[in-house]
């Protein structure tokens, strides 16, 4: 509504102060056609934002983020893990999970014509400013769905779309221990291919099932807490790397 004040990455905008600006411009231009007008409406709102920027006083677009989710389960406890911090990310953060159930085992003979799921995930990572795992433990490593998008992500080799990007590891568990062995068996391989990892917070979340009700929406104040902390340093992680 015009008149609002709108909240953005700590960014205040009034929005009927735009409308004002546009509206402002625009009798320069009565005498000419609707179509003169609607290019310059375009070109107005974008002198505006110009100095919009120049003042400091913009909303920046949220970093996009790949979510690699290491369990296939409908009612997954990483992915509602998953889906409480695409919430609690906005809006300095788009969180998209990006499904990996159904990529082909990796089979280095399989290159020459690669199966399209790999070359769809593969070019969904490429436009990602950063990855985040969320993923359960299995016998005390990474389940291996997981491990295989790893896998299919880092080649062919000297082509990974991993290389160089920024991104955090979550794991939980209904244990008391979180995932810890999944998480860092994880980052073995991420260090090796040279992913960028905060290297904390850490977050192992563990008594998961505690955490979130029938709908599957997270219901447990001090791991809210916590895990808006953790996607705030993530966040400064991306910005951080992504400068340089
Ligand atoms: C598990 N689980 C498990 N949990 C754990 O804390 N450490 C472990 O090593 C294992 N190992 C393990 C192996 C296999 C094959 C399965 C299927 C499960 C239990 C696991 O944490 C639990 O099933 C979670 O609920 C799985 O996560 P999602 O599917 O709820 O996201």
């Known amino acids: 509504m015009a008149g609002d004040l709108v909240e953005r990455g700590g960014v205040r905008?009034?929005?009927i102060e735009t409308t004002r600006r546009v509206k402002a411009l625009v009798p320069f231009h009565q005498h000419?056609?609707?179509?003169?007008?609607?290019r310059f409406r375009r070109y107005a709102m974008l002198t505006i934002a110009f100095h919009s920027m120049a003042r400091g006083n913009f909303m920046p677009a949220p970093y996009k983020v790949a979510?690699?989710?290491?369990?296939?389960?409908?009612?997954?406890?990483?992915?509602?893990?998953?889906?409480?911090?695409?919430?609690?990310?906005?809006?300095?953060?788009?969180?998209?999970?990006?499904?990996?159930?159904?990529?082909?085992?990796y089979n280095d003979d399989l290159e020459a014509d690669a199966p399209a799921p790999w070359l769809a995930v593969r070019e969904r990572l490429a436009a990602a400013d950063a990855v985040l795992f969320v993923t359960p433990e299995y016998n005390r490593s990474v389940p291996a769905v997981l491990k295989n998008a790893?896998?299919?992500?880092?080649?062919?080799?000297?082509?990974s779309v991993l290389r160089g990007k920024p991104a955090a590891v979550v794991s939980a568990s209904p244990g008391?221990?979180?995932g810890f062995g999944a998480s860092h068996h994880l980052r073995q391989s991420l260090v090796c291919l040279g992913v960028n990892v905060m290297a904390s917070p850490?977050?192992?979340?563990?008594?998961?099932?505690?955490?979130?009700?029938?709908n599957g929406a997270l219901n447990h104040a001090a791991t809210t807490e916590f895990?808006?902390?953790f996607v705030g340093a993530f966040h400064a992680w991306i910005?951080?790397?992504?400068k340089s």
Do not use: C, W
Not at 32 to 38: E, G, I, L, Q, T
Not at 239 to 242: E, N, P, Q, V, Y
């Open 13 to 15: 905008v009034t929005q």
């Open 32 to 38: 000419a056609p609707h179509v003169v007008s609607m």
């Open 67 to 105: 979510v690699l989710v290491g369990s296939l389960r409908k009612k997954s406890f990483n992915r509602m893990l998953a889906n409480a911090l695409s919430e609690l990310a906005r809006p300095e953060l788009s969180l998209d999970i990006v499904e990996i159930g159904a990529l082909p085992f």
């Open 150 to 159: 790893v896998d299919v992500l880092s080649r062919p080799f000297g082509s």
């Open 176 to 178: 008391a221990m979180g």
């Open 202 to 214: 850490e977050a192992y979340v563990g008594n998961v099932t505690a955490l979130f009700d029938d």
């Open 227 to 229: 895990l808006k902390r």
């Open 239 to 242: 910005a951080r790397l992504s």
